[in-house]
């Protein structure tokens, strides 16, 4: 992988998805996100954050699409990253799927995220989509 430093960090491509949902909803949710990202092992992915908005659950997704030179020759993996979003948009409609900023760690949302992977670490994992 060749990186691009920038003032001293690697330059790369982060995307946000925002699914919203209702909290009865929410495991089945992340379960099929879960399966998703199970068909693209090498593509990197976090629950960046958790919210809510009245009575429904927000879950931002954040998929690394790789560093700028991935993105700019695109690569299979940037390829790939591409592919997660498109199957998330497209097949979890009814979650109402929406490109998003990616939450501040400090919000509350980026905690609530931190604070459910810390007491459930495979609540949006590949490893629990057999479940």
Do not use: C, K
Not at 99 to 125: G, H, K, V, Y
């Amino acid at each position: 992988m060749t990186r691009t430093p920038f003032l001293g960090l690697d330059r790369h491509v982060d995307v946000a998805l925002r699914l919203t949902t209702s909290p009865d909803n929410a495991a089945a949710a992340a379960r099929a996100m879960g399966a998703i990202l199970a068909e693209f092992p090498a593509v990197s992915a976090r629950l960046a954050g958790l919210g809510h908005r009245h009575d429904d659950v927000e879950l931002t997704l954040v998929v690394t699409l790789g560093s700028v030179d991935q993105v700019a020759q695109s690569s299979p993996d940037a390829r790939d990253a591409l592919a997660v979003l498109h199957r998330i948009t497209t097949s979890m409609s009814a979650y109402e799927p929406s490109f998003t900023t990616i939450p501040e760690p400090d919000s509350p949302e980026a905690r609530a995220a931190r604070q459910l992977l810390e007491r459930d670490a495979n609540w949006l994992s590949r490893e629990q989509v057999a479940s």
